[in-house]
Structures are given as C-alpha cells and as structure tokens.
C-alpha cells in the first residue's frame, strides 16, 4: 500500500489545527446544529422586530369634532396645545350636536365640543382631556382678552407663552443608556454561549471516551493539544454564532425601527466579543475538566453541576447589574473572575467601572484563566484514558502521565 | 525494529509488567499471549505512550521511542474505538493526517484501504451506519492508513468471523511482506501458531517463554512420545523409568517423560511388550506450550 510517506514532522500546531478543523467540519455538518442555530436567530429576530412593530406605532392620533361656526377658534387651538408628548390632532366642524355624537358613538371621533360641553363615548381623560380643556381654556382666555380691548395677536402671547427651559442637573445620557441596553442583550447571549459551548467541550470529552476513540488519538498527538484543539474548535463555532446573532439582531433591530443605532455601538459589540472569549476560555476549561472525570455521558450531569452553580450565580450578578450597574452587587460580581465576563461588560457599557477597574479584572480573570487551563490541562491528561467509572480529581492529576 | 528491556509497571499492588523484554523486527510477525490480566494489554499502550514505565526501555528502530516515532506505529486497542458519527473515510483521512500525512496522501490512502478490505461502497457513511465486522475492517483501516512500519494490534481476531479472520491474516502477511514489524496478542493459539513467527508468553507480568515458533517447539519437543503397539495394550508401559505418565487414545499411547528419561530404554521396553508399529517424539502444539509454561 502506501509506503511510509508519514513525515515525523507534525508539528504541536498542526495537531492542534487538525483537531479544529475535524470539530468544526463535524459540527457544522450536524443536522441539530443547523436546526439550533435557525430556531435561536428566529428567536433574535422575533426580539429585534418586535420593539419596533408592537412598542412605538408613531405619534397618537386625536380626532376632534367642533360643532357649528363658533367652534372655529376652538378647531384652530386644539392642533397647537403643546403637550410635551408626540401627539397630532385632527379637527372636523360638525352640523348639529346629534351628528356629534352619532360620530362619536360610531368611533369617527374621539370626541365633540358643542359650546360649552364635550362629547366623549366613555369618559374624557389623560391626554384627551388635558388637550381639550387646555385648548378650551385657550380660547375662552383669548376671547375675554379680545373683549376687554387686548389686540388679537397680544392675546394669543398671553394665553401662550413660550414654554420654559429645562436646566437638567445630570441630564441623561441617551447613547450610553442605548448602548448599556444593547450591551445587556449581548451579555445574555453571551451566557447562553458560554453554557452551551461550554457544555459542548465536556461532552465531547466524555463522547471520545465512551467510544473509546480517545486512546487511539492520544497513541498520536498528547493530550495537551487535543484538549486545545477542543477548545478553540467548539470556541470558535460559539464565537461565529454570536457574531452571526449580533450583525442580524442588529440589522434587524435598525431595520425595522427598533432602535437607532447610537454611536460606539461597533466599540460595544467588540467588548461583548472580546468577554466572550475570556469567558469561555474559563468556563471551557472546567467543562473539560467535568468531562475528564466521567466516563459516560449520563455522568456528566453530575460532574458538571458545580460549573452550572458557578455560571448561574454568575447570571444573578448580571441580572443585578442589568438594573443597577452602579450598585455594589454589581461592583462586588465584576471582581470575581468567573463572573466578570458577564457583569464588568454591563458595567463598562454602563460607563460605571473605572479605567482602572477594568484593567486590574482583565488581569485577574486571565490570570486565573492561565491557572485553570493549566489545571485542565493535567486533569484532562490523567482522566481522558480512563475509561471505566467514575475517577477522582486526585487520582486524575497524579495520574497524569503526560500533558 | 521494536525492542522492549526490562520494562515494568505497577498498578498500586499489582504488578501489570516485570522486567518484560521481547523485540519485533521488521518482516516478522510475533504473537503476544498469556491469560488475561497477563500484561499484554499494558505492555502495548506503554509501547503507545497511552501508560508510562516505571522502569525498561522502548526502543523503535535503535533509539529511544518517542511522539514522533510512535506516531510511525498503527494501533488497534483491545477497546476497538472511532467516532460513530463520522463518515469512513473522513475519518480515515483524519487518522492519517494525525500520523503526519498530507490530506491528499491520506485520502488516496484511505481510498486503497477501504477498497481493499471491502469496504469501499460504505466509503461516504457514518461509522455506526456499518455492521460491526465492517466497523472492524475501517479500525484495521485506521490503523494501517498511514503505511506504518510496525503495527500493534490488541486483540486484532477477536469478534471477526471466518472471513473477516482470512482477511486480516492476508492483510497481515501482506504487510510483514512489504517488511513492516508486527506484533499482536490473542488467546487463538492455533491462529498465532499458523500465523507469526515468534511468539511471547506473558505470565503474571513476566515473560515465561519467548522465540520462535519452530524453536520453541523443538525446544520442547522430545518430553512426550507416541509408542503405537500391536494389541494397544498399556500395561507395558506402567512403571518404566522416566515415564510420568501413560494416556491411551485412538492412536497409541502417549508417554510423558522426565527430562532424564532414556527413549530409548522406553523402546526397548516396547518392543518387549509386542511389535512396535511406531515410535515418534512428539512437538508440542503451541496451546500445549502454553500449558506447560504458565503456572496454573
């Protein structure tokens, strides 16, 4: 057959990358994934679209009816009131009251002014009621005025003087606010991420050694690297899926007027990414490391449990954040490395963790990165070969024979 | 050319290998036996690096074995193991390309394999689409995928019917043809006595008899004789000094002798008893071997 062709020079690198390539190449094949990866950009869909269809429908709209010739100055107040709010009023002069409430009966009009009394189907209230007795008050003012020998147009300044300024203290910071929001979906993808990735790695531990195809790949390559092949591989995937839920969340969200993209927003997406990969780096570690020590898949549950109380605690203290990113709970969460990735994202967005803050929790966080692969690393060498029952952390690490 | 000195290894209180050596060349085929729990299984996956020695040496090709050269070897375990969810020669392709093959080396090589041991129309399907005696051809695929110049295999007959068995006994006399070393284990001692050329008895962790098979025969040989009498009596025989042990069967009597035995004092006594048909030292058959070495 084929004479020895193999060049004793695979390199550490090129091992690893073989790795990647079989976990993507498989994964992305795997009916399930493309059917997840369908259903949850569905779900981001549904969630950018939805804002834009459901929340904000324009401005409202008043019908208001007038009755007879004397309501003329009335029809031409009641489009100028000054609510604050984005409200539009559209004015029709009506014959005789009972067209009046025929109109508004049938729900043409949301209400009729005939003299001195209003029409309403119900009741008159909130920005109807504010908008016509406003306008009514306008109008009886002007016409006293005019009465007692005030020109028309000084009258008109008297009843409506120019609105007052506002001097906001601290005024908010609508692009930060904006930002914060979007930074916050992001975050909750990227827990999503991290857990089902993560998972990824420790089953896929556990699946090579179930079927026993471990011992033939570790008779090649050391642990070492198919422990970081592993990782990156189903790293990456996660990572490309995020990405891809990102670009159509927010293309979608833009799209259909959800929200106006605020500046910086590229700048947001890449610290989202960027505590992603730190994230998972971590959490990928000690999912292997829950993998290394069960030898079958139905093992993985509880060997993996102490890893889902670590990452949902984690969740609380984004939850936290989410809604106070100032607060201490917030402060306190963003120092412990494994949940940093979650909440110091919020809190950077937020514009609430100082410049030094942050780079003392990147040190920490891939300072304990560093110890936790390396940890994973040994404990994945010692329990990746044992493929019958249950193995000790212990017995694991000492039993490492080579990393 | 594979050689084992003094290799050992211990499990807590049991010792799994003591000062274990035995060596294959190239162009020769060894079969490795012993009970289970004898230390075949150890004494493989410390050649792959899957355990380390406590103590001994693995040498491959006169320097000490290490990643590179191991990655030169095709292995099969005693757990036969592939990803049930890959197609055949994707994952052919992978094994070979992890031994340190091109891609395109490795796909024409897992293309000759997988038409070679038959497998070839199930080429494109997922592993556990496959019945497990072709599951079995593509781990023997994996194993030789990357043409190497010695071959472990763990078990390699087990599970495989009679076809199956007459496939790889071919494939395995092809490849000590083209001079690759190999060395197997197996409890089928009439399959290692037709196949190989040198075998290695493992006892408790240690070797108890080691060389070829002619030889070890011959070594052997001469402790018994088959003496055919006219009358087939065996009384004749009771009693005569050297003699153990007297068995009749359809063909004669078979005579255990001591190591000091004088055959023929055993002859004359034989020819006194009647007419001798026939006198034959007989060699032992490799599983009576077997009997005699291990202890019980």
């Not at chain 1, 410049?355 to 560093?370: C, K, W």
């Not at chain 2, 058959?285 to 202890?295: G, K, Y």
């Amino acid at each position: 057959m084929t004479e020895t062709s193999a060049e004793p020079g695979l390199t550490p690198r090129r091992a690893v990358m073989l790795i990647i390539r079989r976990e993507l190449s498989e994964r992305t094949r795997q009916k399930s994934f493309l059917i997840s990866t369908g259903v949850t950009l569905l779900i981001v869909l549904a969630i950018a679209v939805l804002p834009g269809l459901l929340g904000d429908d324009g401005p409202k709209t008043y019908d208001i009816g007038v009755v007879g010739a004397g309501g003329a100055p009335l029809a031409e107040a009641l489009p100028r009131v000054d609510l604050g709010s984005d409200v539009r009023v559209t004015t029709r002069t009506l014959a005789d009251r009972a067209e009046a409430e025929r109109l508004v009966e049938d729900g043409t009009l949301d209400a009729a002014v005939d003299g001195d009394a209003v029409v309403v189907d119900e009741e008159l209230g909130g920005e109807l009621e504010a908008l016509v007795q406003l306008a009514n008050r306008d109008v009886r003012a002007q016409q006293a005025l005019v009465a007692a020998g005030v020109s028309g147009d000084q009258a008109r300044a008297i009843t409506d003087p120019p609105p007052l300024r506002t001097v906001a203290l601290d005024p908010p910071d609508r692009e930060r606010d904006d930002r914060r929001t979007l930074v916050t979906f992001g975050v909750f993808f990227v827990f999503g991420q991290i857990f089902g990735y993560g998972f990824a790695v420790a089953s896929s531990v556990v699946e090579e050694k179930a079927s026993r195809v471990v011992e033939l790949l570790l008779a090649k390559i050391r642990p070492r690297e198919l422990l970081t092949g592993k990782i990156i591989g189903v790293g990456a995937l996660g990572f490309g899926q995020l990405v891809l839920f990102m670009a159509v969340g927010l293309a979608a969200a833009t799209a259909s007027g959800s929200i106006d993209l605020p500046p910086g927003t590229a700048g947001a997406a890449v610290l989202v990414l960027g505590w992603f990969l730190l994230g998972f780096i971590l959490y990928s570690a000690l999912f292997a490391m829950a993998g290394a020590v069960a030898s079958r898949v139905e093992e993985l549950q509880n060997t993996s449990s102490p890893i889902t109380f670590l990452i949902m605690a984690g969740y609380i203290g984004t939850v936290a954040a989410a809604g106070d990113p100032g607060g201490a709970v917030a402060r306190v969460t963003s120092f412990f490395p494994f949940w940093a990735p979650l909440v110091m994202p919020i809190r950077m967005a937020a514009g609430e963790a100082t410049a030094g803050e942050v780079v003392i929790v990147t040190a920490l966080v891939l300072v304990t990165a560093v110890v936790v692969v390396r940890l994973a690393a040994r404990i994945y060498a010692g329990g990746a070969l044992r493929t019958r029952g249950r193995i000790k952390l212990r017995e694991a690490m000492s039993d490492s024979a080579r990393t | 050319m594979l050689e084992l000195s003094d290799v050992s290894r211990r499990y807590g209180d049991v010792i799994a290998l003591d000062g274990v050596s035995f060596s294959v060349e190239q162009g020769q085929m060894r079969g490795l036996v012993g009970r289970n729990g004898a230390g075949k299984t150890t004494a493989m996956r410390i050649v792959l690096g899957l355990a380390e020695p406590d103590g001994g040496e693995v040498r491959l090709d006169g320097s000490p074995i290490d990643d590179a050269a191991r990655r030169r070897i095709g292995y099969m375990p005693e757990e036969r193991g592939l990803y049930p969810k890959m197609r055949v020669t994707d994952q052919l392709v992978f094994f070979g390309q992890l031994s340190g093959m091109s891609m395109a080396d490795s796909r024409s090589a897992a293309g000759q394999w997988v038409e070679r041991l038959g497998v070839a129309d199930r080429a494109g399907d997922r592993l556990e689409e496959l019945s497990l005696g072709n599951q079995q051809r593509v781990q023997l695929a994996a194993a030789l995928v990357h043409g190497p110049s010695l071959l472990v295999l763990d078990e390699p007959f087990s599970g495989l019917d009679p076809v199956g068995v007459d496939v790889l006994s071919d494939v395995l006399r092809g490849e000590v043809d083209r001079g690759a070393a190999v060395v197997f284990s197996s409890h089928q001692l009439e399959l290692i006595e037709h196949l190989c050329d040198a075998v290695t008895v493992l006892d408790k962790g240690k070797v108890v008899a080691d060389g070829g098979i002619k030889e070890l025969r011959t070594r052997h040989g001469g402790r018994r004789l088959r003496v055919q009498l006219e009358g087939k009596s065996t009384a004749w025989a009771e009693g005569l000094p050297g003699v153990t042990g007297v068995h009749a069967d359809g063909d004669g009597t078979v005579l255990d002798l001591a190591s000091d035995a004088d055959t023929q004092a055993v002859l004359d006594a034989a020819r006194a008893a009647g007419r001798v048909e026939s006198f034959t030292p007989l060699t032992p058959t490799l599983a009576e071997l077997f009997r005699e070495v291990i202890q019980p």
